[in-house]
């Protein structure tokens, strides 16, 4: 499988998560025998859902009924984080992309 599709997917739901469950859901159909929107040959049902997902083949409205119905319609349209300045320091400036907290990871 090309590495690079699930980038492509990530072009039509922003959410990886989302990428998931269609996917997932997509390749399920694909195994019950539904019918292929991809000219790209692929290797399986899993690898032909993502190329699928990733040529965007798939309406907002089948995207929503893949994630699980409404329940999964937050997915389509998920917000990118912005990040919050640092109060009286200007914007841009090095010391506003500096986190606050000192927490040593490991």
Not at 3 to 10: A, H, M, N, Q, T
Not at 19 to 48: I, K, W, Y
């Amino acid at each position: 499988m090309d590495p690079l599709v699930v980038f492509d997917c990530e072009k039509v739901l922003t959410n990886r998560f989302a990428v998931a469950l269609a996917a997932a859901a997509r390749s399920r159909a694909l195994r019950r025998g539904a019918p292929t929107r991809s000219q790209v040959s692929a290797a399986g049902a899993n690898e032909l859902a993502l190329r699928e997902i990733a040529e965007g083949v798939f309406t907002p409205v089948e995207l929503v009924q893949l994630l699980g119905g409404e329940s999964g319609a937050d997915l389509l349209a998920a917000p990118v984080p912005q990040k919050e300045p640092c109060p009286g320091v200007p914007v841009g400036s090095v010391e506003a992309s500096v986190p606050s907290s000192r927490e040593t990871v490991h």
